[in-house]
């Protein structure tokens, strides 16, 4: 399902289904992401065709990109139940934003759909397991659309640079 709305950020953008062909788009920054090892918990040396497998969900999870004007896809966002059984109301979602585009309210745009499509889709919350603390661009957004720090995990992360760092576990009411 397409939303043809501009987002109202600096970058318009559409933000639509991911499709398989889109996956050659999303590869290069989602590599670059996941191999600099400062912000997933993925294997730095994560193959593309597991890196698809994970990312790229099916129905009743999705996977959307963020496309702007000249058709180029400058971020992606996955969207699923956090988990299983009596704790199947709570939403998770995922972001990565191309670093070409970063600042420019793709990730911010992106968030908000997830949030939307939680609601219409009937979850109570959305929790994000593991923040990255040093990934201060990420807690700041996500703070500042009511996302809480309900606990960090000390240590739960070993950042390439940084050393061992926490990692935010994040909640928000829908």
Not at 21 to 31: E, G, K, L, T, Y
Not at 95 to 118: F, I, K, N, Q, S
Request: with cysteine; net charge negative.
């Amino acid at each position: 399902m397409e939303d043809p709305r501009p987002c109202g950020h600096p970058v318009r953008m559409l933000i639509r289904e991911a499709a398989t062909d889109d996956w050659p788009a999303i590869w290069p920054f989602f590599h670059s992401i996941v191999a600099a090892g400062e912000s997933f918990t993925y294997p730095t040396d994560l193959a593309e065709d597991q890196g698809r497998d994970w990312w790229l969900l099916p129905a009743p999870d999705r996977t959307v990109v963020a496309v702007d004007d000249s058709g180029a896809i400058v971020g992606t966002a996955k969207m699923n139940r956090n988990h299983l059984g009596n704790a199947s109301h709570i939403a998770s979602a995922s972001y990565m934003v191309d670093p070409a585009h970063a600042g420019r309210g793709v990730g911010r745009a992106l968030c908000e759909y997830t949030l939307e499509w939680a609601r219409a889709a009937g979850y109570r919350a959305m929790q994000f397991n593991a923040v990255v603390e040093t990934n201060v661009r990420a807690v700041k957004l996500y703070r500042a659309l009511g996302f809480e720090v309900l606990g960090t995990l000390p240590e739960g992360f070993r950042h390439p640079t940084k050393g061992y760092v926490g990692l935010h576990i994040m909640h928000r009411a829908i």
